[in-house]
């Protein structure tokens, strides 16, 4: 009988790297090729539109219909002469990943005749067929149509046969149904926020830039490997197998040498994100075997964000040429390492200052310590929040996991800058500051070195940690939207540095100097969000009752830990910053229980295939050999030396039985629960009846299947193994 799962072994080893011509030109030179940058604009779009357009495009502000005419010939013309015949709106809805509909630019001139059409209508705005994408009651509750629009601060660019112009996705009545509008809503309340207090120190600071740069974590594996496994095509995870006897334990993956097929499928990817644009710059082998990374240069968070989106999708593209799948999911595999995606974030002015780098003199230095200290503030009062903003039913598996941030935000800093924080709140305020003769300003808290950056100690384990001129956070899956974390990462800082203003010029309005004002407020901020730092290992289980001791949020369940988005301090934060309303609020909670549900649907649905169509047969028929074998054995030998020759046997049948068994109740179990579950209409109610009531099942479930793939023949098993999914390349 043939065995799907040798098959596929068979033709995994026949796979060869596929090797990429190394292109004729350099990185810098292929760079943003297929990108309609300001550059290009300059040669296709006429000049006396482009100052109109430049000024738009600076100021976050929407394209009028006006310059989206003349700005649509030239992107066009541009566009053709890139291969393109195509076009879309580029958008990120709710569900996750991007959405597009390819228009042609065929059309009819007015006289009939056929001709390539592009207007500034187009450009401009488009009603995507949306209904099917998830509002989580928006579009019920207000207009059933929702629309997408350009976003000009991202630039168009050319993918195969299409030009893809980056757009928001609104309802209406303006609510957003997507990623991007909230976070381009935050960004630009981070940049009033953060002037406003950069203006204590430099009156000329005019602007204030979010940066995101991404760290994607990934792990590949042989298609053929991939499709016999139907877990991995339908769920992107491995919902069983036992765990292999070699996996991480030598740490011999991270860091080493490239295989050679993975190295090849690595520079095709890098050269078509560099012509898109995609300043990638890192990359290597992960922790788990078979596990990568790829980081870029960081960017503006919105254009980065984008990035981000759009590698993933090509990635998903070029691993096919390369007969690779690529598992973007947090937790392929059990046993090993899960896959992150860690959004390095840092605030940066037009005069050039990184706000989170100590500065060069005292001045400065207060300066980046107050920017800090609101960061530390703003997470400590939104920890659960931020934490809602990364959960999901993919990324549940890994947090929590001993080897990815614990379900408990908190913040690490370092001894250097712990040892900092710790003086100033020590320090005298009238003698903390000093301003001599020369109108120098010195404070009595010691130096904090210039250069952080090369001697922080790194902590693996912690979900938040500052690392020497920004911060990394490090919960974040890698499936996720970085957008859904900076969104609420921004909207939490500025609303505190919004605050941090008022208090410091009302001291100020009562006669108190700057320099003092500014020293005890930022004192008594880190006296008030202490909790919020902890250096020590977010692993242990020790951590786990200190944190609930400092009233840090340590919920576990996903469907629960949504419920902060509806949180009184959630919902002010983000009304008082302008990024989500209420209604936007509710809408997105609704959006996330059920597609936590769903994703657990169709997972459980699986597991009950897999168990009935592939594991249990397996387990019969493994049986019947065995039992085939006792019955010759009978007929062979005499009644007594039979029995004890088969003494084993029967043993392992017994044990087969055992575990089949139970498999079986569980299935049952497990279905009805399901469908339960699935008649609750209520999202928020049915997320917890799935979290409640299936996942336990579906754990036990696994635990009976990876031992019986310890028992049963490795030819009768028909499921492509840990060590095959994980060592093959
Ligand atoms: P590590 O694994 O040590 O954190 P990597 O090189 O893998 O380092 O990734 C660092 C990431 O941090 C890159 O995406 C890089 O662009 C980003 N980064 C570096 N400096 C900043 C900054 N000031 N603001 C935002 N992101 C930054
Ligand atoms: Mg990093």
Known sequence: MSNIRFDALKMAWEHKPVMVEAPTEKASVIFAQKVFTREKMKEYIASNILDELFELMDNEKTLSRDIANSVAIGMKKWAMEHGATHYTHWFQPLTGGTAEKHDAFFDFDSEGKPMENFSGSVLYQQE?????????????????????????????????????????????TGEALDYKTPLLRSISAMNKAAVAVANYFDRNVKHVTTYLGWEQEYFLVDESLFAARPDLVMTGRTLMGHYSSKNQQLDDHYFGIIPERVLAFMTELEIEAQKLGIPVKTRHNEVAPNQFELAPIYEEANLGSDHNQLLMSLMEQVARHHHFRVLLHEKPYGGVNGSGKHCNWSLGTNTGINLFAPGKNPYQNLQFVTFLVNVLKAVHRHNALLKATIASATNAHRLGANEAPPAIISVFLGTQLTEALNQIKKADVDKGIIINAKKEMKLGVGNIPEI????????????????????????????????AAVLALNSAVAEQLTLFREEVDGLIERGEAKEKALFSVIKRYINECEAIRFDGNGYSDEWKEEAQKRGLDCETSVPLIIDQYLSESAVKMFSTTNVLSPAELESRCEVKWENYSLKLQIESRVLGDLVINHVLPAAKRYQSVLLEKMMHTKQVFEAREAMALNEQDASLVRRIEAHASAIIADVDKMTKLRVTANHIDNQRERALAFHDTVVPIMEDIRKHVDELEMWIDDQLWTLPKYRELLFIR
Request: hydrophobic letters at 35%; proline letters at 8%; a neutral charge.
């Open 452 to 483: 952080l950056l090369d001697n922080t100690d790194r902590n693996r384990t912690s979900p938040f940690a500052f690392t020497g001129n920004r911060f990394e956070f490090r919960a974040v899956g890698s499936s996720a939207n970085c957008s």
């Open 128 to 172: 995507p067929d949306a209904s099917s994408f998830p509002s989580g009651g928006i579009r019920n509750t207000f207009e059933a149509r929702g629309y997408s629009a350009w976003d000009p601060s991202s630039p168009a660019f050319v993918i195969g046969d299409r030009l893809c112009i980056p757009t928001i996705f609104v309802a209406y």
